[in-house]
């Protein structure tokens, strides 16, 4: 694929292609009355879809580069589980679901469980892909037992607790997507203001320290900064996986691995990627409406599993012949 230099002209592709999105979510739907479906349902849903998709590719982008592998990701990596579990921390302490305390315990569950997965994964100064993948597993398998446990104690909330456990955007109400949106754009933003140490720490920690980066500092701030993204989506929207995951992928093949270039393309794609599964979710079994998890599930799932085998093959292809 041609990779677009111009970075005006990227953005201008990028917008176009969010605005397309944002057309067919509007146009997807129940069509009893324009304005209360379109204006109150239709369009909260794709503001709050653009704001979650935006959120979930930047976080992906920033855990790749941070931990130098490309599979890693908010959902495979046990971050949206213990944001889950942050919530239920919640709910189990008699806060409301539309209390802002909800997000900051979603942000501290997701926190805990980058480090947990990180200090888990590293070996010296190494972080192999199959031990990170590995500790990724178990802190989210431990999640989701935590999360079911709580839910089976107050069976009157199984349906919220599925709801929770498959991603859904059917909590799309103003006040809601408002402060979601007040953690992840600024997290976004931020994200560009850190652009040059991600450069670094994607050539390794070592290289990073060579070039003078405060590897411990800028590790804890991207921490920081992924845990309030997830945190917060995942308060409002659920688990939704693997959007971290292919949305960064697909946009270092168009604009190459530069962050500075990358972040954007990521916030813009992910949003529109996360509108047309909506879309999907919304039209495809009409008028139910499918899980929004399960549709991100369904196209990431395989396309994980072309990266690990595509991994490795580049590793078998390497590696040095065992001696005789």
């Not at 130098?68 to 589980?81: E, K, Q, T």
């Not at 239920?88 to 679901?97: D, E, N, Q, T």
């Not at 107050?154 to 007040?182: C, D, H, K, N, V």
Request: some cysteine; glycine content about 10%; proline content about 5%.
């Amino acid at each position: 694929m041609t990779r677009v230099r111009s970075l005006p002209k990227l953005l201008l592709l990028l917008v176009a292609l969010l605005a397309a999105a944002a057309a067919i979510g509007l146009a997807c739907g129940p069509t009893l009355g324009w304005n209360e479906f379109v204006v109150e349902i239709r369009l909260s849903s794709v503001v709050l879809a653009a704001v979650v998709g935006a959120g979930l590719a930047t976080t992906g982008a920033v855990l790749q580069a941070m931990s130098g592998n490309p599979l890693a990701d908010p959902f495979v990596l046990g971050a949206s589980s213990g944001a889950a579990v942050g919530v239920v921390a919640s709910y189990w302490l008699g806060i409301g679901s539309g209390s802002p305390l909800v997000f900051v315990f979603a942000s501290l569950g997701a926190f805990a469980a980058i480090l947990a997965v990180l200090r888990i994964a590293r070996t010296g100064r190494r972080m192999p892909v199959q031990t990170l993948l590995l500790a990724g597993i178990t802190v989210s398998t431990l999640g989701s037992a935590v999360i079911l446990l709580y839910f089976t104690l107050r069976p009157y909330q199984a349906t919220t607790a599925m709801l929770f456990l498959m991603g859904s955007l059917q909590e799309s109400r103003w006040r809601f997507i408002a402060m979601t949106a007040a953690v992840v754009v600024p997290c976004v933003l931020l994200g560009q203001v850190v652009a040059r140490a991600l450069n670094a720490f994607a050539m390794g920690e070592s290289t990073a320290r060579h070039l003078g980066v405060d590897v411990d500092r800028m590790k804890l701030a991207f921490c920081l900064l992924s845990a309030a993204m997830v945190g917060a989506i995942v308060a409002v929207s659920g688990l939704i996986g693997f959007v971290g995951l292919i949305v960064p992928h697909m946009a270092r093949r168009l604009v190459g691995n530069d962050h500075r270039r990358l972040l954007p393309a990521c916030a813009l794609g992910g949003a529109s990627f996360l509108i047309l599964a909506d879309a999907v979710a919304r039209t495809a079994a009409a008028p139910q409406t499918l899980s929004l998890g399960a549709i991100t599930a369904l196209c990431g799932g395989p396309y994980f599993l072309l990266l690990l085998r595509r991994r490795s093959a580049e590793r078998d292809v390497v590696a040095p012949e065992p001696p005789p």
